[in-house]
């Protein structure tokens, strides 16, 4: 006899919030005209994000393992990846709002006051909010899916509206299509892999949830929970940037419009991580003596070759690229220390380095020639002498990813490390040390050529920003200072929260 499915919808709103408001952008989409659309869509996306945290932080002290037929777990690490997710998405959605403001950029065009509106009107594409509102609402359920099923469903939800909104400067940048369809193909293939390493889970444990798994470890077949775990590994380590599977990482972050960048490595990097932490703390905590020194010599490579080749990057966003990669090898440090203090430590870094990848590329749209957005470093020559408050704030972004000490970066490194260490895995914290060093350099790099470098005549000028990015990075730059003047601030929270619910 079928039963209706128990759920407890009281701890599920705040993902079917963003879904609702998700659908509403896309009814918004379909009955209102061009002339409202943009404000309607952008006062929805902000006012479900705002509905959403605050039913979060109703929930904050609720726990359950049967939120959604054991398939999905509410508990205090997922309620705060859940919380990140949602800032993020605060701040991204303001970056976002700025895509089409191409004011400057059609002043300065050749043509009549009416092609000039005429471009203005073209370049609006509000679909990307609802777009974005589905992309949230599957990083929302990723970090808190307990069962393989579920958890594919999630990684697709927030996957395709991602490789939708990597194309959406296709009609002003070819860079733009060629990154849709590497980060569609290539992402394809990862779920293929996260399939094929789910049915041989199933095949071992007899079972898909993660504590069914954990409890099977130790059994016979162990040859079939070892490939499980390599191929679900390789599914999850394609959407942090991995290597080897980062390749797509570069061209998607060049290609993409930034502000979707910026959305994308920020809250992708939240949403695959939290799932991470949970199948390898809950699932695979029991079989650590198999997976440990693949994912050791996963974090290892990545730290390195992420530091190493961002060094010959002469375009912003291909080295933040490569930045990003090498901030999973360091995130990875916490997921093979498996303690608390490496739960705590890892939340904490998410959070620290999200608002920091927000500031930076919030930043980078705003550079800019008569042709649009400039990336290429050998222009950026000279900015902090034209505009030294812009480039000072990014200085200050970079000097953090390196993890100079009185930022965010520097606290969140540290507290990895010491995780790592405490758990007995001093090669990876000597590794990641080396790495930082080596970051070091071409962050400064940077930071020599805007402020002690003379400008030439092919340099860039800085577009005024609206109130909404110059919100956003604000937000960005005083939360990276705030968390290095004072980290406890957050480090207790996420110590508090660093619990995983078996």
Known sequence: MLTAPSLSYALLAPILIVLAGAVAGVLVEAFVSMVHRTAIQLTLSIGTLLLSLQQLWRIRDQSSTTAAVNSVTIDKAGIFLQATVILLALVAVLLIADLDNFVALASALPGSHEEQSSLREKSKQTEIFPLFLFAVAGMMLFPVATDLITLFVALEVFSLPLYLLAGLSRRRRLLSQESALKYFLLGAYASAFFLFGAAFLYGYAGTISLAGISAAAGGANDIFLLIGIIFVSVGLLFKISA????????????????????????????????????????????????????????????????????????????????????????????????????????????????????????????????????????????LGKKSPLIAATFSFLLLSFAGIPLTSGFVGKFAIFSAAYESGNIALVVVGVLASAIAAFFYIRVIIMMFFTDPVNDSVSVIIPSIKSRVSIIISAVISITLGIAPSLLLTTADNFANFIK
């Open 243 to 382: 290597v080897p599977f980062h390749s797509w990482t570069p061209d998607v972050y060049q290609g993409a419009p930034t502000p979707v960048t910026a959305f994308m490595a920020a809250c992708t990097k939240v949403a695959a991580f939290g799932a991470i932490l949970r199948i390898f703390y809950v699932g695979f905590a029991e079989s650590q003596t198999i997976w440990r020194p693949i994912i050791t010599a996963v974090a290892i490579i990545t730290m390195l070759f992420g530091s190493l080749v961002a060094i010959a990057q002469r375009d912003v966003k291909r080295m933040l690229a490569y930045s990003s990669i090498a901030h999973a090898g360091f995130l990875l440090s916490g997921v093979v220390a498996l303690n608390k203090d490496g739960l705590a430590a890892s939340l904490f870094y998410l959070f620290a380095y999200g608002f920091a990848t927000l500031g930076a590329f919030g930043i980078i749209a705003l550079i800019r020639d008569s042709s649009g957005e400039v990336s290429d470093l050998n222009r950026w020559i000279g």
